[in-house]
T-cell receptor, first 111, second 116 residues
Framework: GQQVMQIPQYQHVQEGEDFTTYCNSSTTLSNIQWYKQRPGGHPVFLIQLVKSGEVKKQKRLTFQFGEAKKNSSLHITATQTTDVGTYFCAGPNTGGFKTIFGAGTRLFVKA | DAGVIQSPRHEVTEMGQEVTLRCKPISGHDYLFWYRQTMMRGLELLIYFNNNVPIDDSGMPEDRFSAKMPNASFSTLKIQPSEPRDSAVYFC??????????????FGPGTRLTVL
């Protein structure tokens, strides 16, 4: 079945450095969502991308949806300690009618 | 808004016991999802409902797991009998009405289940 793959699995950065996580699908996605989960917390919705080549920004976060709608990225500029957590991408399952979450990228930020 | 409410927040039980997890979705939302999260398997969708009707239960591990949604404001996930490998954090999520279940999902705080 369709899977959403995320890389890297972990990322350690120094505060102030940039961070990027990538999400790839074997099939075309009608949309992609991004969530953040703080340690000990629950996933919180960040954004949804729908259009091919779409780019959206939320303060220091930049989200992109690939032209072929098979990949997406989340870029954080100048990370802060408040950015720590796991970032998940999620996309619809082409074989069914549900959302599949990637394995997530866990971000560690050293002050 | 109170958000999605789950109870209990923590549950410790012994193998073989029945466990019931509860969820109250956000008022007005007509999709409800049950997820299980472990380090090994990540975030897995177990089952989801639309307008109280189960739509996809293909993620339910086995017959020991069952879920119900008797009305729009309440759902349960039951494990009977429980086993140590069921230990995980179980999340309930809901999303607003729409043509598909691909809308933004609002997650509850989760229930951390430990089966000894």
């Amino acid at each position: 079945g369709q899977q959403v793959m995320q890389i890297p699995q972990y990322q350690h950065v120094q505060e102030g450095e940039d961070f990027t996580t990538y999400c790839n699908s074997s099939t075309t996605l009608s949309n992609i969502q991004w969530y953040k989960q703080r340690p000990g917390g629950h996933p919180v919705f960040l954004i949804q991308l729908v259009k091919s080549g779409e780019v959206k920004k939320q303060k220091r976060l930049t989200f992109q949806f690939g032209e072929a709608k098979k990949n997406s990225s989340l870029h954080i500029t100048a990370t802060q300690t408040t950015d720590v957590g796991t970032y998940f991408c999620a996309g619809p399952n082409t074989g069914g009618f549900k959302t599949i979450f990637g394995a997530g990228t866990r971000l560690f930020v050293k002050a | 808004d109170a958000g999605v409410i789950q109870s209990p927040r923590h549950e410790v039980t012994e193998m073989g016991q029945e466990v019931t997890l509860r969820c109250k979705p956000i008022s007005g939302h007509d999709y409800l999802f049950w997820y299980r999260q472990t380090m090994m398997r990540g975030l897995e969708l177990l089952i989801y409902f639309n307008n109280n009707v189960p739509i996809d239960d293909s993620g339910m591990p086995e017959d020991r797991f069952s879920a119900k949604m008797p009305n729009a404001s309440f759902s349960t996930l039951k494990i009977q009998p429980s086993e140590p490998r069921d230990s995980a954090v179980y999340f309930c999520a809901s999303s607003p009405p729409g043509p598909s279940p691909y809308n933004e999902q609002f997650f509850g705080p989760g229930t951390r289940l430990t089966v000894l």
